[in-house]
């Protein structure tokens, strides 16, 4: 069975502590991406890579960084976490959009306090 | 550039009757359609996707939904839901050219089954 894992379900991180959301997946696919998802606005994203060692910003960047050196792992980075930053957070990957669209992870939520 | 218009933000339902949960799109370009379900705490999960063919698409879980390119919607439905069925379901679009690989999502929908 295809297979996007992220690192971590729950994670509680103090304000302005570096955090590293990790997400590994094992079907080759060259597309990764990382969105926010909070109640009321739906998934925003937040950046996303077409391959390695490649990245372009999504719709909400800012306060984010990422990090792809292998084909199956894209970290989602927080600089220095603020509350604003608490929210849940997915992984997901495609390869061709027609066979499957996304495949997501199951979701990490990131609480900063 | 493709958006997706979920109508209805919360959907509440008596457990055994039917549902339809709305979705329209924009876009110039031909389209793939996609429907995904969330259930708490737990990533989204493949529904059913429209790419060609027959315009009424049968998913998992016994739903279904209609491309209808006319009104640009693809409403998902259910002729019989079960409390298993409460969840989040988000409608999903990208165009359908060579190479295309970002899909735009709606809000989603609360779809809440009551006993």
């Known amino acids: 069975d295809v297979k996007v894992t992220q690192s971590s379900r729950y994670l509680v991180k103090r304000t302005g502590e570096k955090v590293f959301l990790e997400c590994v997946q094992d079907m080759d696919h060259e597309n990764m991406f990382w969105y926010r998802q909070d109640p009321g606005l739906g998934l925003r994203l937040i950046y996303f890579s077409y391959d390695v060692k490649m990245k372009e910003k999504g719709d909400i960047p800012e306060g984010y960084s990422v990090s792809r050196e292998k084909k199956e792992r894209f970290s989602l980075i927080l600089e220095s976490a603020s509350t604003n930053q608490t929210s849940m957070y997915l992984c997901?990957?495609?390869?061709?959009?027609?066979?499957?669209?996304?495949?997501f992870g199951s979701g990490t939520r990131l609480t900063v306090v | 550039a493709q958006s997706v218009t979920q109508l209805d933000s919360q959907v509440p339902v008596f457990e055994e009757a039917p549902v339809e949960l709305r979705c329209n799109y924009s876009s110039s370009v031909s389209v793939y359609l996609f429907w995904y379900v969330q259930y708490p705490n737990q990533g989204l999960q493949l529904l059913l996707k429209y790419l060609s063919g027959s315009t009424l698409v049968k998913g998992i879980n016994g739903f279904e939904a209609e491309f209808n390119k006319s009104q640009t919607s693809f409403h998902l439905r259910k002729p019989s839901v079960h409390i298993s069925d409460t969840a989040e379901y988000f409608c999903a679009v990208t165009n359908s050219g060579a190479g295309s690989y970002q899909l735009t999502f709606g809000k989603g929908t609360k779809l809440s089954v009551i006993p």
């Open positions: 997901a990957s495609t390869g061709r959009l027609g066979d499957y669209g996304y495949t």
